[in-house]
């Protein structure tokens, strides 16, 4: 399946076409602010829970890149897509006995047959891409159609070519110390003929949605409190984002010059770093001797790598509890590439990184651009 699902997600050829999409979705996020701070005679008498913004953001952004359908989370939350949404995100203590079952006992819960989403909710997403899928069929079939740009069709193409091919535009990864060099998985000749199936594209639209909005939402929360709190770095990048919009011609090289501007990626980096989950966990799938130590991982054993601890390890960034972007800057960076790892490192890295990062960068690129973002009172005493 991570052959024919890297080029969606990795191909920074994809993302460009998708970007006309998000950027519907930083208008309309841009649109309520103005509305917020009109609606206070330009004043704000009050915090704004800016999470309740992004993740609307990041919510609509998701849904457009996977189903090219515009919503408002906001405006519309009796929308069907965004009711079931919010359902698969809901906590409740039987989605967390549900959830503990499958990681713990997983045998038992295949036996129960347990799932960690309501039945419902599922039916719904699975009827949802069916029908999609047959009505662009239809339409496919017509001359005036027009193909449309989303992860779904991107599917549907894979699914069609069946081809497999190289991904454009990623790089392989290399360890700088270790000399170990790592690419994308390629296809086996017994995965060529490898097509997705009606249900893994309806799992793997699920799988984005879930995934990718509590990641893009949190980080840029994250992120522009990180930045309230230092005025600074606020400032700092607000010129760097000034200056790119002074430079910009238009939309055609946006890509290529919001990735060219170091000090945002170092912000975003250095967010990550410190406030990113807990732990990184992989299944080897032989017996694996650790170069030097004698240490032998067994088939099948769960290794956990403790990515937050390392993170905040003074030995690998100095004074880790503060909020440094400098650290990420191409001078500036020092530490062993295999000590940040928020993404996963080598063949088995995170395959939606280019897409979060880069839906993060466009919002924050617009929201430092037009406002100033203070911490309350509350935060600040923190």
Request: charged share 25%; aromatic share 8%.
């Amino acid at each position: 399946m991570r052959t024919s699902l890297s080029p969606t997600f990795m191909s920074t050829g994809k993302l460009k076409r998708m970007t006309p999409l998000i950027l519907e979705c930083v208008d309309t996020m841009n649109d309520t602010i103005d509305n917020i701070i009109a609606s206070s005679n330009g004043i704000l008498s009050a915090p704004v829970d800016v999470k309740r913004v992004t993740g609307a953001y990041a919510m609509e952004s998701t849904i457009q890149m996977t189903f090219s359908r515009k919503v408002s989370a906001l405006d519309d939350p009796n929308n069907p897509i965004i009711e079931n949404v919010r359902k698969i995100h809901k906590n409740s203590l039987l989605s967390l006995v549900k959830l503990s079952t499958i990681m713990l006992a997983p045998y038992v819960a295949r036996m129960l047959r347990i799932s960690q989403f309501d039945s419902k909710v599922t039916q719904f997403f699975s009827d949802f891409t069916l029908n999609l899928i047959d009505e662009r069929k239809r339409v496919s079939e017509t001359e005036s159609a027009v193909k449309k740009v989303d992860f779904l069709q991107l599917m549907l193409d894979s699914m069609r070519d069946n081809n497999n091919q190289a991904i454009d535009g990623s790089d392989d990864y290399t360890d700088s110390k270790g000399g170990e060099k790592y690419g994308e998985i390629r296809a086996t000749a017994g995965m060529r003929d490898k097509g997705l199936s009606h249900d893994e594209i309806i799992a793997q639209c699920v799988m984005n949605l879930i995934s990718g909005y509590d990641s893009i939402s949190a980080t840029i929360s994250i992120c522009l409190y990180s930045i309230a709190k230092h005025p600074e770095v606020q400032q700092t990048l607000y010129e760097e984002i000034n200056t790119f919009y002074e430079q910009k011609k238009s939309m055609a090289d946006i890509y290529e010059s919001l990735n060219a501007m170091n000090y945002m990626n170092a912000v975003v980096d250095e967010t990550i770093r410190l406030y990113q989950g807990s732990k990184i966990e992989r299944i080897p799938s032989v017996d694996y001797v650790l170069k030097g130590t004698g240490i032998t991982i067994k088939k099948g054993h769960v290794v956990q790598i403790p990515t937050y601890a390392m993170h905040r390890d003074p030995a690998n960034f100095a004074d880790p509890e503060a909020f440094r972007p400098e650290r990420f800057l191409p001078e500036n960076k020092a530490h062993n590439p295999y000590t940040y790892l928020p993404w996963g490192a080598g063949p088995r890295s995170c395959m939606g990184m280019q897409m979060v990062k880069w839906l993060v960068k466009l919002a924050l690129v617009s929201l430092v651009h037009r406002y100033v973002f203070h911490t309350t009172e509350l935060c600040s005493s923190n």
